[in-house]
C-alpha cells in the first residue's frame, strides 16, 4: 500500500498563476485534511473532509479551494497565487473513528515568487 | 482558535542528555498526540493521551498529559542523535474534527 501521496513534491509559481496540489490514500480513510506548514512552525489546517462530497473549512481556508468526490482523492487548488502562499504542504488521512493516527503524506513544497 | 504552545522552540544538546518539552495552552482538549518531523517528511504519531494525569512510556520518551487536560510534556531519557527532529503536541477538542497543532519543539542531539 502507497499509503498518503501526495504530487507534485515541489512546484515554483508566479504570483497570480493557479495549481492543484494532488492528494490520494488507498487506506479507505473517510476524514482527509490540507495543513501548510510555514519554516520552523507548527502545521495549520487549510481544509478538512469528513467524507466523499463533504468539506469544511480550517484555521487559514482564504486563497484555497478542496473538492471531495471520491474516497481517495482530495486536491487542494490555489486560486491566483501570492508569496504569502509559499509554503510546505501536507496532506493527512484520518480514519474518523475516535481518537486515531493522523497519517501524512510526504508534502508539496511551493514556492510563490 | 485554540493556541498551543510549546517549549522551547529550539533545544541543542549532547549526546546523553535528558531534556522535556513543553506543550500549554488555555483550552481543554479530550485528547492530545505528540508527533515527530524529520526534514523533508510529513509527521509521524508517537503517542496520543487522552486522561488527565495519564503517563505513557515509549522506550526513552515520557508523556504525561496534565490533570486538567490543558497541557502536556515530553520527556527524553538519554538522548540519542536519532532523536533529532521537530516535535509537535496537537489537541483535539470535544466535537471537533480537526487537531489543532503546537508551535513545534526543533530537538537537536549532538554526538
Not at chain 2, 510549546?6 to 498526540?33: A, D, H, K, R
Request: proline share 5%; hydrophobic share 35%.
Amino acid at each position: 500500500n502507497a499509503g498518503v501521496t501526495q504530487t507534485p513534491k515541489f512546484r515554483i509559481l508566479k504570483i497570480g498563476q493557479s495549481m492543484t496540489l494532488q492528494c490520494a490514500q488507498d487506506m479507505n480513510h473517510n476524514y482527509m485534511y490540507w495543513y501548510r506548514q510555514d519554516p520552523g512552525m507548527g502545521l495549520k489546517l487549510i481544509y478538512y473532509s469528513v467524507g466523499a462530497g463533504i468539506t469544511d473549512k480550517g484555521e487559514v481556508p482564504n486563497g484555497y479551494n478542496v473538492s471531495r468526490s471520491t474516497t481517495e482523492d482530495f486536491p487542494l487548488r490555489l486560486e491566483l497565487a501570492a508569496p504569502s502562499q509559499t509554503s510546505v504542504y501536507f496532506c493527512a488521512t484520518e480514519s474518523g473513528t475516535g481518537y486515531e493516527t493522523q497519517y501524512f503524506g510526504p508534502g508539496t513544497r511551493l514556492l510563490v515568487l | 482558535t485554540q493556541l498551543l504552545e510549546q517549549s522551547p522552540q529550539f533545544l541543542s544538546i549532547q549526546e546523553g542528555e535528558n531534556l522535556t518539552v513543553y506543550c500549554n495552552s488555555s483550552s481543554v482538549f479530550s485528547s492530545l498526540q505528540w508527533y515527530r518531523q524529520e526534514p523533508g517528511e510529513g509527521p509521524v504519531l508517537l503517542v496520543t493521551v487522552v486522561t488527565g494525569g495519564e503517563v505513557k512510556k515509549l522506550k526513552r520518551l515520557t508523556f504525561q498529559f496534565g490533570d486538567a487536560r490543558k497541557d502536556s510534556s515530553l520527556h527524553i531519557t538519554a538522548a540519542q542523535p536519532g532523536d533529532t527532529g521537530l516535535y509537535l503536541c496537537a489537541g483535539l477538542t470535544t466535537g471537533a474534527n480537526n487537531l489543532f497543532f503546537g508551535t513545534g519543539t526543533r530537538l537537536t542531539v549532538i554526538p
